[in-house]
């Protein structure tokens, strides 16, 4: 089947190891990326083993992209077509990338030859 993807043999192990699996694309399958839904399934060896820490860690999270807890970035509802909540106790709070909702403001000089610049901002910590 076309969509297994750009290397022959991909398909073939595929199918032999999650007969039963019904993904739209199944070269997601084991990439290093938690996906939910179809993904997450027994029948898809939870995503090929992507998402073991994950259920382990947060079992009651059912998102569409669980990669995206603790990545660093506070995911929004948006980002999920089925308006799941990333910022959630049961996500973890993003995985922690939410809990903070405070701003803080920083600057830093910079300085060449005898000019000295100031750069300052606002960071939202969210
Ligand atoms: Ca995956
Ligand atoms: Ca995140």
């Known amino acids: 089947m076309a969509e297994c993807g750009f290397d022959g043999g991909d398909c073939e192990e595929f199918n032999t190891k999650y007969p039963n699996c019904t993904v739209s694309d199944p070269s997601w399958i084991g990439d290093g990326y938690c996906f939910g839904g179809d993904y997450n399934t027994a029948e898809c060896g939870y995503d090929g083993g992507d998402c073991e ?18 990545d660093g970035d506070c995911s929004f509802i948006g980002e999920d077509p089925d ?23 920083v600057s830093w000089n910079v300085s060449i030859g005898t000019i000295t610049f100031i ?3 606002v960071l939202w910590l969210f």
């Open 53 to 70: 820490g994950f259920n382990a860690k947060y079992p009651n999270c059912t998102i569409l992209f669980p990669y995206l807890i603790g």
């Open 83 to 105: 308006g799941n909540a990333y910022n959630s106790a049961e996500c973890g709070f993003d995985g922690g990338d939410c809990t903070s909702g405070t701003t803080e403001f």
């Open 119 to 121: 750069f300052s901002t």
